[in-house]
């Protein structure tokens, strides 16, 4: 094989592998809704690993800055959001009406 040949077969796998992972990286990543249910068991289950602190030190109320118990919250919502991943064109993605 040719110096020359090899040069370009190497500069095409190098254009094909930056181009995969571009892809990789650029390409949209869908969604998978859970329950408020499901939501929760995994929040406990994380919490019992963890060996986090009760709920009450974490809700303290020591000023303006305290933080809610931790837990699993339900917020209402409306309006969207805007995805833009790098050159791509950018997606707008309405919010559900209760965020969880």
């Known amino acids: 094989m040719s110096r020359r040949r090899r040069q370009l077969l190497v500069a095409a796998t190098v254009v094909v592998l930056v181009g995969a992972a571009g892809a990789f990286v650029l390409w949209p990543r869908g969604t998978t809704e859970v329950s408020k249910q499901e939501a929760l ?30 837990g699993v919250y339900t917020y209402s919502a ?23």
């Open 78 to 100: 409306s309006g969207q959001e805007e995805v833009k991943l790098g050159p791509l064109p950018a997606d707008a993605r309405p919010l559900p009406a209760t965020v969880t």
């Open 41 to 70: 068991d995994d929040f406990r289950s994380r919490a019992a690993q963890t060996g986090s602190g009760s709920a009450s030190d974490a809700a303290r109320s020591d000023g303006p800055a305290a933080l809610p118990a931790p």
